[in-house]
């Protein structure tokens, strides 16, 4: 994990533009990833984790438009401000995407194994004999039984387990660089979420690649993430390794979420210990520290000025308090 | 109360074109006979087959009928058909439709069949047998339409009275003990007529193209009372020596139909996302820039 | 597979044997004594004695559910009765004026297709601009014009003005020309609105959203993803507008002065022509019936969620 990064994220800040509103979801966010090394971004729905990762590559949803400021260099590559196609020549073939809803990411109009190999047609340059050949080979690589068979069924024939299996498949199958996976065990059930995450670790392992996991399950993040990213109202609120943050946080957000979990000491009927009230309605940037008004620490002018991001008294790890951390 | 509220709300959010195009068919059917510059079925023979002039705008027809006359005239014409077949069929459609979303069960499933069968027969095909059965006449028009539209509208009242049946408030009323009869007229029946109108307005331009097929083919409004498809199957023999008259009305209905298909459409497309215009982007990039001098200062 | 069709075809005797219940019922229970109308049709001033032969002849005086059975043995053998105004024999009418709609409606439902799928495809593919704006322009124009209007323009363009194309009658294919284009030109302009809409639903789903993350083009997105989504949906429109062009053959017949059961139909209800009325809806029926049970067949083959549960 020496190597020089294969992605530089650098003062990140994405507008949301719809028909209603306008959102500043991402607001100067800034991330390194190295080669087969897993980031984890941790924080509450609608805290901007999946903008982060999806707006840079042109991934929006008709009828929103993002507006992309700040740096993305994808292995030399800066993707802010380049055209589609620039992008486009990116996606699937040098990074690969799984998504929250294996329900309804699936085309349930068509046959698995052609959703899988033209992936690989595409961006392998092989022909369609060689590709449908290859969409076995992942098939059997993410662990489904009787694959033949699986290539001829269509989405709706298969679990949500199976189905998010297949996401996987698509997502690796012209082996990308790095791997954008928003929330992938979040739809599933509780027992099926440990083996896909087993599965997605192994095969980071076996093809080398970085990922960039979009969690609010802090058991995914100990589980998975070799540093962690929290993020909160679309800010930064704490970065540094996975072991550190969730050991001793720096950051009162940090704190609550991982106050939240609960313990195999809580005695059985204790109260849930979650954080109290709810994140800020997105909309204009919020002066000072987002946090404050949830927050325990909070000081008389914590709601003045933006506090930034800085070393803590640990060197690996950067938090946004300078309350609990001066 | 509420369905008034219900309507006027569905039309501020429609497109203007729209508004217009069916506003003006409304006031020119309203107002025919104080604005029709002539007298419509005054024939002056000597005035037959005469191009427009400053007398007469559009010219006048082969018996020499002042041509603009007939056509604002045949406005009222098509309103009034085009109310009583959508009041008609509504009364039938909304009724069935109601009963059957109110008590689920073997009710619906069989009063929904019923529908599945009239939608599936062409309206046309269902008015002429009609018309066939009971002969040529206004009222009988009115009646054949009327019954090959009802299937529609039960079906939307239907699926507008079950997802009102399953708002958590009508839930709440239940418990509370509220009688049936009080749930179906005082809250299910006035939310779903306010929602079918919306629909029912959609649905006239259909209804009038169908008025004018059936007087195009002798079968509806009858001579000599101006209708657009009867002037212009009128004017068809005619057809080389004088376009004119078998084009205006042509287009008078057309541009009537419009209206009422850029409405249809938008109830339709509401629901869909589409890309964001050049000027909302430029509204909404407003908004984030003056977010960066904010948090300067 | 085999299952399910049969099944249908089932369901569509079933309709059948009520439509023809339907059909009877009609003209039994119809306003005025058929009985008179023949016996005036033979001798205008035709006495009480006329009047009961002629209820004898047509069986006119027995039970209702013999008169059903034996209308409908007669229908089953083609022998759908004579025509209350010509004394003209309604099978055979039926029978000599077929070819000439079907040829009608299978022409008029080309144009549809082909129309619909490529104002359809323009539109989707310049999506929100020029050209989609232009299609939509084209498809709201021509599905608020009535075919008869459609029917007078196209005569008075190709045949009055230019003198491109016969106006009435038969001589030759391109005759057949203007009479296609004048049926099929609205539901093209329908269908073309229900692939737009459909295209636009289907694009704004999750699903183009991962194809969009593999990196595939717009374009091979359009109709590798979308196109398979929208296909029953599409299919289903066409059976009704199928539907509509068989009666539509009653304003565009007339028009064109061609004899087909559009024709048939149309003097049939203008004289009240009881049998003519009811033979036509008999065979209008049926074709929408099985018209019905084929689309159900292409929408089951072309959505594998239906496939599966049906076969």
Same mark, same amino acid.
């Given at each position: 994990m020496t190597a020089e990064p294969i992605l530089i994220v650098k003062d990140l800040t994405i507008d949301l533009l719809t028909a209603h509103t306008a959102v500043r979801p991402v607001d100067s966010i800034s991330y390194q990833l190295r080669r087969g090394e897993t980031l984890a971004i941790v924080g509450e729905s609608g805290s901007g984790k999946t903008v982060t990762c999806f707006a840079p590559l042109g991934l929006m949803p008709v009828g929103v438009k993002a507006d992309v400021s700040g740096s993305v260099l994808f292995e030399g590559t800066e993707l802010v401000g380049a055209n589609e196609e620039t992008l486009r020549s990116l996606r699937g073939k040098s990074i690969g995407f799984i998504f929250q809803d294996p329900m309804s990411a699936l085309n349930p109009a068509r046959r698995i194994g052609h959703q899988i190999a033209e992936v690989a047609e595409l961006h392998l340059? %092989? $022909?369609?004999?060689?590709?449908?050949a290859r969409a076995l /080979?992942?098939?059997?690589?993410?662990?489904?039984? /009787?694959?033949?068979?699986?290539?001829?069924?269509? =989405?709706?024939?298969?679990?949500?387990?199976?189905?998010?299996?297949?996401?996987?498949?698509?997502?690796? +199958?012209?082996?990308?660089?790095?791997?954008?996976? /928003?929330? =992938? $065990? $979040? +739809?599933?059930?509780?027992?099926?979420?440990?083996? %896909?995450?087993?599965l997605l670790k192994e095969i980071q392992a076996r093809m080398d690649m970085a990922m960039v996991l979009i969690t609010h399950d802090m058991g995914v993040v100990a589980g998975a993430a070799d540093r962690v990213l929290v993020m909160y109202a679309g800010r930064q609120a704490e970065v540094g390794p996975t072991e550190k943050v969730l050991v001793a946080p720096r950051h009162p957000y940090t704190m609550g979420l991982i106050d939240a979990i609960p313990r195999r000491d809580d005695a059985i009927g204790s109260r849930f210990r979650g954080l109290s009230g709810l994140p800020p309605i997105l909309g204009a940037p919020i002066k000072g520290c987002a946090f404050t008004p949830r927050c325990r620490h909070s000081v008389e002018g914590c709601g003045a000025q933006r506090p930034p991001l800085r070393t803590t008294a640990d060197p690996a790890v950067m938090a946004a308090c300078p309350v609990l951390n001066a | 109360m509420q369905s008034i509220k219900a309507f006027a709300k569905a039309v501020a959010a429609l497109p203007r074109a729209a508004v217009f195009t069916i506003g003006a068919f409304i006031l020119l059917g309203l107002f025919a006979p104080y604005i029709t510059p002539y007298d419509p079925n005054a024939q002056n023979l000597l005035m037959a087959g005469e191009g427009p002039s400053l007398a007469h705008w559009l010219g006048a027809d082969h018996l020499g009928r002042d041509t603009l006359s007939r056509l604002i005239a045949a406005a009222r014409t098509s309103l009034v058909g085009v109310c009583l077949v959508l009041l008609c069929a509504h009364s039938i459609g909304i009724v069935i439709g109601t009963i059957a979303g109110y008590r689920r069960g073997w009710t619906d499933e069989v009063l929904m069949r019923v529908v599945d069968v009239g939608q599936a027969i062409p309206s046309l095909i269902v008015s002429l047998a009609v018309i066939g059965i009971f002969g040529v006449s206004y009222w009988n028009m009115i009646l054949a339409l009327a019954l090959a539209w009802w299937p529609s509208s039960a079906r939307i009242s239907r699926a507008v009275a079950v997802n009102v049946m399953n708002k958590p408030h009508m839930e709440a009323l239940r418990v509370l003990g509220a009688s049936p009869l009080r749930i179906y007229f005082v809250h299910l029946f006035p939310a779903t007529l306010g929602a079918v109108l919306v629909y029912a307005t959609a649905d006239a331009g259909a209804v009038a193209l169908a008025i004018a097929t059936l007087s195009f083919l002798g079968l509806g409004i009858q001579p000599p009372t101006p209708e657009w498809g009867q002037m212009l199957v009128d004017a068809l023999p005619y057809l080389e020596a004088d376009p004119r008259q078998v084009i205006l009305p042509g287009l008078t209905l057309t541009l009537a139909v419009v209206g009422f298909n850029i409405l249809g459409e938008a109830v339709a497309l509401n629901r869909v996302p589409k890309p964001l215009g050049a000027r909302l982007v430029a509204a909404r990039r407003r908004i984030t820039a003056s977010w960066a001098t904010e948090t300067r200062s | 597979m085999l299952v399910f069709i049969a099944k249908r075809a089932r369901n569509a005797v079933l309709l059948l044997f009520l439509a023809s219940v339907l059909c009877f019922t009609l003209v039994v229970s119809a306003p005025g004594n058929v009985a008179i109308l023949i016996a005036e049709l033979r001798t205008p001033t035709a006495t009480k004695e006329d009047i009961a032969k002629v209820e004898e002849e047509l069986g006119l005086n027995k039970p209702l559910l013999e008169r059903y059975g034996f209308w409908l043995q007669g229908a089953l053998k083609g022998n759908l009765g004579i025509s209350y105004k010509t004394g003209e024999d309604v099978g055979a009418a039926l029978r000599s004026r077929l070819s000439v709609t079907a040829t009608l409606v299978a022409g008029g439902a080309v144009v549809a297709f082909v129309l619909s799928l490529l104002v359809g495809f323009i539109g989707a593919l310049w999506a929100h601009r020029m050209p989609d704006y232009i299609m939509r322009g084209i498809a709201l124009l021509g599905a608020s014009t009535p075919s008869f209007f459609v029917g007078a323009l196209l005569v008075y363009a190709f045949s009055v003005n230019w003198h491109l194309l016969p106006t009435f009658g038969f001589s030759g294919p391109a005759s057949w020309v203007l009479p296609w284009l004048t049926l099929g030109f609205l539901p093209a302009a329908v269908l073309s609105r229900v692939v737009r809409v459909g295209f636009e639903d289907a694009m704004a789903k999750p699903y183009v959203l991962t194809a969009r993350s593999k990196g595939l083009s717009q374009t091979r997105i359009l109709f590798r993803d979308a196109l398979p989504n929208i296909a029953p949906t599409y299919l289903n429109a066409l059976g009704t507008q199928i539907g509509t062009m068989v009666v539509g053959a009653v304003v565009v017949e007339p028009l064109f002065a061609w004899q087909g059961l559009g024709d048939l139909f149309l003097a049939g209800v203008r004289f009240r022509d009881f049998m003519v009325v009811q033979a036509c809806l008999l065979v209008f029926i049926t074709f929408f019936v099985i018209l019905n049970v084929v689309v159900d067949i292409g929408i089951t083959l072309t959505d594998p969620r239906l496939r599966r549960q049906r076969s």
């Open positions: 340059g %092989i $022909t369609p004999r060689a590709a449908e /080979d992942l098939i059997k690589m993410v662990g489904m039984s /009787d694959p033949n068979a699986r290539l001829k069924q269509y =989405p709706h024939e298969l679990s949500g387990g199976l189905r998010q299996r297949v996401m996987i498949a698509i997502s690796i +199958a012209a082996e990308p660089k790095l791997l954008v996976a /928003d929330e =992938p $065990t $979040t +739809a599933l059930d509780v027992t099926v979420q440990a083996q %896909i995450l087993r | - | -």
